[in-house]
């Protein structure tokens, strides 16, 4: 899909050509002279175009205009988060016509203004072909975003820019998300990473089974056991900044499918477990985005990423592993493998002596009844990446919580045969997955992100989200900006 930002008052929108012109009116529009604004007024005053947000009337063939379809979408006050919900719908409604050109008339650019139409266009029109030859491919190719006055063009052209990275990140967080373990690997999620290694800026290193026991790395390659797909650990480095400034580094969990282990889930629902990988999507779907924005910022994603299946030879409930830290931990349940495989990659990301790390993981089915599927869980023991990370998130439209991380709630890690057991009760579980995987964490500033919730929907709306790409692009672009102005 192909973005343009455009200058295009009402008035030339008019003559614009496109298979649908999409307006989106504000509660306090001020008509023109132009055709799309008596349009406007008239269907208000007869009641057609109702002011409630994301309500939309449709037009064939209005009479002196060039566009053959018209679609005129109410806005509300026009925050971002109805911008969204307005294109959306209007996205939606012209999806039967598939058009191939869309053109979007906005009252403002403002960045999340831009971000969340860019976005909603993307999500709306998304169609999901790999391992569905039958599904028609979306047939639109060209979106323009067009803004009033040449001056609001001009100022939006570097948000333009972050909104347009944002749709390729997320959609490649997306597309790995939706396919089928037997289409995304271990192997499969490396290629992705070695394929965006060769762009500029990007660097990959891919670390097999024999590598990752030599690290030491006993908890990670304990979970990867009861397979046949062979683990892969990824590493990847953005470096847009001098050697001498310290990396951001992402964590993402790859669990490419997750059984549950001898542990075994029940079957209902477990087709949803192809996207217990959608953390380390998300990573790899942040460096699609750097790739095109190229910020003078260093980033180092790791994804350790291999299946958690039962087998003779799989990790058993209470066998005690030893991680590379050193602690050992007591596999009180092999279906909590999400931590067991993060720990280590943790304890690896010290090395890169990071300014902050930051671990996503489909962590918990607790994170989703404590939060639903609107915010991400969100835990720090600093203060300060805690709210960076949470205004991040309000900014991009891509919203998580704080949780708490007293030393209390570690109380039932405790184990008898080990350093740390892997599971407590099931009081409190998304934090006490936290509270384990903290003890990893301890020499640099971290956070947690427990997307369990957020980053894929169930039922007849199927599909990963891309979640929390918006998130994490938005945080470490701030924390650029506000480098530079110091
Ligand atoms: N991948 C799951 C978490 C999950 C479950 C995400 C449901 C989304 C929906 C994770 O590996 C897991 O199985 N966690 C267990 C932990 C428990 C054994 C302590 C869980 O949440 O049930
Ligand atoms: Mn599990
Ligand atoms: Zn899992």
């Known amino acids: 899909m192909n973005f343009e930002l455009k200058t295009l008052d009402l008035k030339a929108a008019t003559s614009h050509a496109s298979d649908a012109l ?5 509660a306090d529009f001020k008509p023109a002279t132009d055709a799309v604004s008596r349009l406007i007024t008239e269907a208000r005053a007869s009641g057609d175009l109702d002011a409630t947000p994301a309500k939309l009337l449709s037009i064939w063939r209005a009479p002196g205009l060039a566009a053959p379809r018209v679609v005129l979408v109410s806005v509300g006050e026009g925050s971002a988060r109805l911008v969204r919900q307005a294109v959306s719908a209007a996205v939606t409604t012209l999806k039967a016509v598939a058009p191939k050109k869309i053109t979007i008339c906005l009252p403002d650019g403002t960045q999340q203004r831009l971000q969340a139409a860019a976005q909603a266009v993307a999500d ?27 001056e609001k063009t001009k100022n939006a052209k570097p948000d333009f820019e972050l909104a347009r990275a944002q749709v390729a990140g997320v959609s490649l967080a997306k597309e790995w998300g939706n396919r089928p373990a037997n289409y995304a690997t271990p192997t499969h999620l490396a290629q992705v990473a070695k394929d965006l290694g060769k762009k500029s800026g990007i660097h990959c290193q891919v670390l097999g089974p024999k590598e990752i026991e030599k690290l030491g790395m006993g908890s990670f390659a ?10 892969r650990f990824i590493v990847l480095q953005y470096s847009g900044a001098a050697k001498s400034v310290a990396p951001t580094v992402l964590v993402g969990k790859g669990i490419t499918f997750d059984t549950g282990g001898i542990s075994l889930k029940p079957g209902p629902g477990m087709d949803e477990m192809k996207f217990d990988m959608c953390g380390a999507a998300s990573v790899l779907g942040t460096f699609e985005a750097l790739s095109h924005l190229k910020p003078a910022i260093n980033v180092v994603g790791l994804i350790p990423t291999c299946e958690n299946m039962p087998d003779g030879t799989a990790l058993k409930p209470g066998d005690v592993v030893t991680s590379m830290s050193g602690q050992t931990i007591e596999v009180l349940n092999t279906d909590a493998e999400g931590r067991l495989i993060l720990c280590d990659a943790l304890t690896y990301a010290a090395r890169f002596k990071p300014r902050a790390v930051i671990d996503i993981a489909t962590l918990t089915g607790a994170c989703v009844i404590s939060l639903g599927h609107v915010r991400s869980g969100l835990f720090s023991p600093s203060d300060d990446l805690a709210n960076a990370l949470f205004a991040a998130g309000e900014a991009a439209l891509d919203p998580c919580w704080r949780l708490p991380l007293d030393e209390e709630y570690a109380e039932g890690l405790k184990s008898n045969f080990a350093d740390v057991a892997n599971v ?15 003890r990893f964490a301890k020499d640099y500033p971290w956070a947690h992100l427990d997307i369990a919730g957020s980053a894929w929907k169930s039922g007849a709306a199927k599909g990963a989200t891309g979640r929390p790409v918006g998130l994490l692009l938005q945080y470490l672009l701030t924390t650029q900006a506000k480098k530079k102005a110091a």
């Open 222 to 231: 304990a979970v990867a056991r009861g397979s046949v797909e062979p683990l």
């Open 424 to 438: 407590a009760g099931r009081e409190g579980g998304s934090i006490t997955a936290a509270k384990f995987l903290q």
């Open 22 to 26: 999409i307006v989106l009116v504000a």
């Open 124 to 150: 709306a029109s998304y169609v999901y072909t790999t391992t569905k030859p039958s599904a028609k491919a979306a047939a639109l190719k060209r979106v323009v975003l067009a803004l009033p006055t040449a």
